[in-house]
C-alpha cells in the first residue's frame, strides 16, 4: 500500500488535508483519504504524512498488502509504536493479520509544547473523560484540555443526526469552556467492515485524527471503553493505543478503572450529561436518543441506578419497565459486558425484576453466540448429518 501526494486545498469555508491511497498487493479502488475542518482552525491541521499512516495501517495488514510506503517523513516514535499494535493484533487475531513492513522516512524535528484536548462525542464515556479531566487538573495544568474534537463521517454520517449530535456537543463544550474542533473525515473509507471496525481499526481512525490536528494539540484523551476487569481484544485497548502516540502528539486513555454504571454515577451530578447525553445508537432525526435501543435501555438503567433518570430530559423514560428491558437484545461482547454489571447492581438497588430481565437477555446472547460459531445445535445437527463444518 502506498500512501502518497499528502495536499491541503480550500472548499467553501472549510479546509481539507488529504492523501492518496494506492493498494499494490491486492485489486482494490485507489482511496483519497482527508480530514477536514471549518477555516479558523485550518492552522491545526498538520503538515505530516502520520494520520495516513495510523489510517491505512489495519486495512493494508486486513487486506494482506505486503507493506506500507509513505512517500514522505514520520516520527520514528510513531513507526515503533505501529509496529507494536501489529504485534498485538497478530497476538490477538492470529496470522492474516501478521505485520507488514512500513517503509518512510524519518522525519527529525518535533513540535513545541501545546496544549491538551479531549474527544467529545457526547456519549458517557467521552462526558465521563471531559468530567474526570476538568475535576483532577486545575485550570492552567499541561493535562487540562481546552479544547473538545468531534469527529464526523465515523459513528454518524447522516446529515441529520450529524447536525443534532453537534448542536449538543456544542453546547456541552460551552458549558465547560471549551473551544469544539469538528473534523470530518472519509477514513472508513478504506474498510467499512463492522467487525474490522470493533476490533482494531476504529481505534486507529480516532487516533489518526489525533495526528491531523498535531500542531494544535499535544495531548489527546481518549475513552475507555471497558473496565480493566473485562478487558478483552478491542479496538480501544491499553495496550495498543498508547502506541498510536509520537513525539508530537501523546495519546491517553481516561476510565479503565470505571464500570459504565459508576461512570453514569459521576455524571448524574453533573446537568450538562442530563441534558446532553448521546447514547442512541440508531441516530434517530428529530431527537438525540430514542429511548428503546440496547445503548439507551442500559444507560437509562444507570441513570435509574443513580437516582436521577426522572431528571435526565435527554431520555423519554422516568423509569424502564421489564418489558422494555426484555425488548433489546444483546448483540456483541461489549454489551455483554456492560449488562452483567447491570445485573449485579440492579440487584444490589433491590431492583431484583429489572435484574432478572437482563439477566434472561444474557443467557439469550449466550445462546446466540453458540448458534453463530456453531457451538450449539447447529452445530451438532451437523455432525449427525455428516457435514463438514
Same mark, same amino acid.
Given at each position: ?27 482494490a479502488?485507489f ?13 491545526? /491541521?498538520?503538515?505530516?504524512?502520520? =494520520?495516513?499512516?495510523?489510517a491505512?495501517? *489495519? ?7 505486503a507493506?506500507?510506503v ?5 516520527? =520514528?516514535? #510513531? ?19 501478521? %505485520? ?8 527529525? +524535528?518535533? #513540535? %513545541? ?6 474527544? &467529545? ?7 465521563? +473523560? ?38 449538543? *456537543?456544542?453546547?456541552?463544550a ?24 470493533a ?13 491531523? !490536528? ?14 480493566? %476487569?473485562? #478487558? ?50 440508531r ?6 436518543n @430514542?429511548?428503546?435501543?440496547?445503548? @439507551?435501555?442500559? +444507560? ?8 436521577? /433518570?426522572?431528571?435526565?430530559? *435527554? ?6 419497565? *421489564?418489558?422494555? $428491558? ?9 454489551q ?9 447492581? &440492579? ?6 425484576? !429489572?435484574?432478572?430481565? $437482563? ?11 453458540a ?19
Amino acid at each position: 500500500m502506498i500512501v502518497k501526494n499528502l495536499r491541503r486545498e480550500q472548499l467553501g469555508g472549510n479546509v481539507r488535508l488529504s492523501a492518496d491511497i494506492v493498494h499494490e498487493t491486492v485489486p482494490a479502488p485507489f482511496a483519497v483519504i482527508y480530514y477536514e475542518v471549518e477555516e479558523r482552525h485550518a492552522d491545526l /491541521l498538520t503538515d505530516s504524512y502520520a =494520520p495516513f499512516l495510523i489510517a491505512a495501517l *489495519v486495512p493494508a495488514v486486513f487486506h494482506g498488502e505486503a507493506r506500507i510506503v509513505v512517500e514522505g517523513d514520520v516520527a =520514528p516514535l #510513531l513507526v515503533a509504536g505501529l509496529r507494536c499494535v501489529m504485534g498485538w493484533h497478530h497476538h490477538w487475531y492470529g496470522k492474516r493479520h501478521a %505485520p507488514i513492513a512500513i517503509e518512510a522516512g524519518t522525519r527529525a +524535528t518535533a #513540535l %513545541p509544547r501545546r496544549p491538551s484536548a479531549v474527544y &467529545l462525542s457526547g456519549g458517557i464515556d467521552s462526558m465521563f +473523560t471531559l468530567r474526570r479531566n476538568q475535576l483532577g487538573f486545575p485550570a492552567g495544568h499541561a493535562c487540562r484540555a481546552d479544547s473538545a474534537i468531534l469527529v464526523n463521517g465515523f459513528d454518524v454520517r447522516r446529515p441529520d443526526a450529524i447536525r443534532i449530535a453537534r448542536d449538543h *456537543v456544542q453546547q456541552i463544550a460551552d458549558a465547560a469552556t471549551l473551544e469544539l474542533i469538528t473534523v470530518s473525515s472519509n477514513v472508513p473509507l478504506l474498510d467499512d467492515d463492522y467487525p474490522l471496525w470493533a476490533k482494531q481499526f476504529g481505534g486507529a481512525a480516532f487516533c489518526s485524527v489525533a495526528h491531523a !490536528l498535531a500542531p494544535g494539540f499535544q495531548r489527546v484523551w481518549f475513552s475507555a471503553n471497558s473496565p480493566i %476487569p473485562d #478487558l478483552t481484544p478491542w479496538t480501544l485497548h491499553p495496550a495498543t493505543d498508547p502506541n498510536y502516540s509520537s513525539a508530537d502528539v501523546e495519546i491517553r486513555q481516561e476510565g479503565l478503572e470505571f464500570t459504565c454504571v459508576e461512570k453514569v454515577r459521576l455524571l448524574a451530578h453533573w446537568d450538562v450529561a442530563l441534558r446532553h447525553a448521546r447514547v442512541c445508537t440508531r441516530n434517530p432525526v428529530d431527537r438525540l436518543n @430514542c429511548g428503546q435501543c440496547e445503548k @439507551c435501555i442500559r +444507560t437509562q438503567l444507570a441513570f435509574l441506578l443513580a437516582g436521577r /433518570l426522572s431528571d435526565a430530559s *435527554v431520555f423519554p423514560n422516568d423509569d424502564i419497565t *421489564v418489558a422494555q $428491558v426484555r425488548a433489546v437484545r444483546i448483540r456483541n461482547e461489549g454489551q455483554a459486558r456492560d449488562n452483567h454489571d447491570l445485573v449485579r447492581e &440492579l440487584r444490589a438497588a433491590g431492583r431484583a425484576n !429489572l435484574a432478572r430481565a $437482563v439477566a434472561a437477555n444474557l443467557r439469550e446472547y449466550e445462546k446466540w453466540v453458540a448458534w453463530r460459531d456453531g457451538t450449539g445445535l447447529r452445530h451438532r445437527a451437523a455432525r449427525v448429518l455428516g457435514f463438514r463444518h
